[in-house]
């Protein structure tokens, strides 16, 4: 048994509003996310317009908020106009992004009529890959124009009578990634993003922008990009990029379930550097973070394996791409990761966990027929985006800490809580793979509480996987006794990542 932790959530030391954008996905035409994931018009439960139902139901259930689209990579190479218009008339491209072949079935009028069905807000990106100021500008005079011009009136041809009314958009993607279709500078990155998105506020003031920030805290050009885009978009642009992911080293563990940790210290970078901007730069001022993609992904796997073989041979329609098979480790590491992102809605004011389905995501289909099922990683998103309301709270945390080789000392048990009138929910993530730590928890007076657990199940291990034959990896009920003295006792398993609620008295 490990150190006793004793947590302490103070419902008057109430800090930021939990931002609804907090819990947002992200949908690609990369691998079988788009085609035989989210639409598959030969499934059983597909509907006319070849969306599959089981999906959309999952979808809902996962709580997601936003999604952003197309891309990702993929929307470097892409040309908006391939996916509007009679399905049978849409040219069939190469997608140079992901050596695939991209049949544009699925385009703005489709994806967006599902993901209003799926109750999500979408988050358009536009190409500043192989395209600019104009198309950008068409796409959102298409969009949310009302009507009278050739290109609202275009949209209206094609069925939509109404404006998307799309508010949110990405200007660009990882632009400063070698990698990337269209690769540019921070100087020609920014301004080319500042003139396009002074393009887009001209057209329609009301839009949110996104300026593409690193495409991680270990590239070269980290701190540097950022402060160049700022000063070319200061005034034009409300949000800047964070894109995220995180694997386990196989003899470093300890490192991996700390991750949490990583991305604190990658938020505070960025904040640094926003700050700085805005305090030297006219209209610079303080703008939101876009944790616009992150996750855990295994992307030693895809470099040494999966890639060399995807980019040769054919172009292939919807291949396998990054379908990571999620274990309880891995979801004990996401729960830790959506903690530290409620504790940081001070500055993070929205982010999406890439991807939705299939590809690293916590929805899984597979070709052919048969049920979608949820993987290991969709259970702390959906509780989180469920219970987590109102204000946040960081509690106060006494106990036992973990040393690891990449972040140093961390916390044996990582906490936020969230205050919503007399509702008060916590997070915990436990990241000892040894022993259980028993826990006494200080809220007030309760009158009536609920918890459950994510932890390694019966008969299993922390590599244990969900599958189409089977979900072992389930939220469990949590046994938790109130005192006498209001304090609730309950002791955690090793490994393990837990959502309480609590109704109080006072």
């Not at 106009?81 to 699925?106: K, Y």
């Not at 269209?182 to 020609?188: I, S, Y």
């Not at 030693?300 to 309880?328: C, H, M, Q, S």
């Not at 389930?474 to 959502?499: E, H, K, M, N, Y």
Request: aromatic fraction near 6%.
């Amino acid at each position: 048994m490990s150190t006793p932790t004793r947590i302490r959530v103070d419902r008057a030391a109430v800090g930021s509003e939990v931002p609804r954008r907090l819990f947002g996905s992200f949908v690609e035409h990369m691998g079988r996310c788009v085609y035989d994931g989210i639409h598959s018009p030969g499934h059983d439960t597909a509907d006319a317009a070849g969306f599959r139902a089981d999906v959309l139901e999952l979808v809902r259930e996962l709580g997601a908020t936003v999604v952003r689209y197309p891309g990702g990579n993929f929307v470097s190479g892409y040309r908006w106009e391939d996916g509007v218009g009679p399905r049978d008339e849409r040219p069939v491209r190469l997608d140079a992004a992901w050596h695939s072949t991209e049949t544009n079935q699925v385009g703005l009028h489709e994806f967006a009529e599902w993901a209003g069905a799926a109750g999500l807000e979408v988050m358009e990106a536009v190409n500043l890959g192989t395209r600019g100021v104009a198309e950008a500008a068409d796409l959102l005079e298409y969009t949310n124009h009302p009507s009278g011009t050739a290109l609202s009136d275009k949209r209206r041809t094609n069925g939509r009578e109404e404006p998307f009314g799309i508010r949110l958009w990405c200007l660009g993607n990882e632009m400063d990634g070698p990698w990337q279709i269209g690769h540019k500078t921070a100087d020609e990155y920014g301004r080319l993003a500042a003139e396009t998105a002074r393009m887009m506020r001209f057209i329609d003031p009301t839009v949110e922008l996104v300026a593409a920030g690193s495409s991680n805290h270990e590239m070269p050009t980290f701190g540097e990009w950022e402060r160049t885009v700022l000063r070319h978009t200061a005034g034009l642009v409300d949000h800047i990029s964070v894109h995220a992911y995180y694997e386990e080293d196989p003899v470093d563990p300890a490192s991996f379930l700390a991750s949490g940790a990583a991305l604190d210290r990658y938020i505070s970078d960025v904040v640094d550097i926003i700050d700085e901007v805005g305090a030297t730069t006219p209209d610079g001022g303080t703008i939101g973070i876009s944790v616009d993609e992150w996750n855990v992904w295994n992307q030693t796997r895809w470099n040494e394996v999966d890639k060399p073989r995807v980019f040769t041979g054919d172009w292939p329609v919807a291949p396998r791409l990054i379908e990571d098979d999620y274990t309880v480790t891995d979801a004990v590491v996401v729960g830790s990761l959506l903690i530290t992102l409620i504790r940081r809605s001070d500055r993070v004011s929205m982010a999406n966990l890439a991807q939705l389905v299939n590809v690293i995501a916590p929805i899984r289909t597979e070709p052919g027929g048969g049920a979608a099922w949820r993987q290991s990683t969709f259970h702390p998103f959906a509780l989180t985006a469920r219970a987590a309301s109102g204000r946040v709270v960081h509690p106060v945390v006494e106990g036992a800490t973990i040393d690891t080789a990449r972040h140093g000392s961390v916390d044996a048990v990582d906490a936020v809580a969230t205050v919503d009138g007399d509702a008060v929910s916590v997070f915990l993530a436990h990241r000892d793979l040894d022993a259980p730590t028993p826990v006494e928890l200080d809220l007030g007076a309760v009158a009536e509480v609920d918890a459950v657990v994510i932890t390694v199940p019966e008969g299993g291990d922390r590599h244990t996987t969900n599958s189409a034959a089977g979900e072992p990896v389930a939220p469990q009920p949590l046994s938790v006794d109130v005192g006498a003295d209001g304090i609730l006792r309950f002791t955690l398993p090793a490994l393990a990542w837990v959502r309480l609620t609590a109704r109080l008295t006072d």
